[in-house]
C-alpha cells in the first residue's frame, strides 16, 4: 500500500485531497487507480485507510476508508544529535534514523568535525536531508516525518538535551557495559530520549566531560570500534527494542 502525508488542511470529514509533487508522484509515477488503497498520514501523526476515487486532473481524490486508532510511531520522542560525517553518510544515517524511529535529527559540529558547512551549503544540505527523511518514512510507514535540524554547535546540543528526560552519548573510552544498561533501563515510554554520536575520529576527551557535567550518560557500545553510521544505528537500535517491548507491555497489563 502506497503512503502519503499531508496536512489536516487537506482532509475533510470523508475525503483527502492530495496535490502538487505528491500528486504528481502517485498518478504520472506510482499510476494508482480508482479503487486503490492508499496509506495517508497527517502532521498530527494520525493515519488514514483510503481509497481512490479520482487519479485524473490536478488533485489525487480519497474517500476516507478508517481513521487508524494505532500509530506507527515510538512512544517516546527521540533526538540524535549526529556529528557531521564525511561525503554522503549523513544521507544513510537519517534513513536509518527515520527507520528506527528518531523523531528529531539534529547535525552536530563538534571539535573532530571536518566537514564544513557554508549558509547557502547548509540550506541545500538540509533540503535534501529532510527529503530523505521523508522518503524513508513513507517506506518504514512512519506517521509523521522526522525534522531534519540546522547544523547546531556541540555546546548548544547538549545544552538542549539536559533537559532531557534522558541522554546518552557512546564513548569509545567509557569501559564495562554497566552504563549501557542502566541507560537502556531508563529508555521507557513517555521521556524526551537524545543519543549523542561522534564524526569520524570520535568525542574529545573535553566534550565527553563537559556532556557528563550536563547530566549526559557515557555509555559504552562493546569492545569494538564501530564507524559513526554503526554507532547510530546500533544505540537507536536498542533504543527502539526497549521502547516497544515497554510498550507492548504496558498494553498487556
Known amino acids: 500500500m502506497h503512503h502519503f502525508f499531508t496536512d489536516k488542511g487537506s482532509i475533510s470529514e470523508e475525503i483527502i485531497r492530495i496535490q502538487g509533487e505528491d500528486r504528481h508522484h502517485a498518478v504520472d509515477v506510482l499510476r494508482v487507480r480508482p479503487g486503490e488503497e492508499i496509506l495517508v498520514s497527517d502532521e498530527e501523526g494520525q493515519d488514514y485507510r483510503c481509497e481512490v476515487m479520482e487519479a485524473s486532473g ?55 568535525t571536518i566537514i564544513k558547512l557554508d549558509e547557502k551549503k547548509s540550506g541545500q544540505k538540509i533540503r535534501r536531508w529532510q527529503s530523505i527523511a521523508e522518503a524513508s518514512a513513507k517506506q518504514s510507514k512512519r506517521s509523521v516525518i522526522p525534522v531534519v535540524h540546522e547544523p547546531m554547535r556541540f555546546s548548544d546540543a547538549v545544552k538542549l538535551a539536559g533537559d532531557f528526560e534522558i541522554s546518552v552519548i557512546p564513548y569509545e573510552h567509557e569501559e564495562g557495559i554497566e552504563s549501557l544498561c542502566e541507560a537502556i533501563v531508563s529508555f521507557v515510554p513517555g521521556r524526551r530520549i537524545g543519543a549523542f554520536i561522534g564524526p569520524e575520529g570520535g568525542f574529545d576527551r573535553l566534550e565527553v566531560s563537559f556532556a557528563k557535567k550536563q547530566g549526559i550518560l557515557p555509555v559504552s557500545l562493546g569492545k569494538r570500534i564501530l564507524r559513526t553510521e554503526t554507532a547510530a544505528i546500533a544505540i537507536l537500535s536498542m533504543i527502539m527494542i526497549r521502547l516497544e517491548i515497554a510498550q507492548n507491555a504496558f498494553k498487556e497489563d
Not at 549526529?82 to 571539535?111: C, F, N, R, W, Y
Open 58 to 112: 490536478e488533485e489525487l481524490c480519497l474517500r476516507i476508508l478508517e481513521r487508524l486508532s494505532d500509530n506507527h510511531e515510538l512512544e517516546s520522542e527521540v533526538w540524535l544529535f549526529q556529528g557531521l560525517p564525511k561525503s554522503d553518510k549523513m544521507e544513510l544515517i537519517i534513513q536509518k534514523a527515520t527507520e528506527l524511529g528518531a523523531a528529531h535529527i539534529v547535525p552536530v559540529i563538534t571539535k573532530n
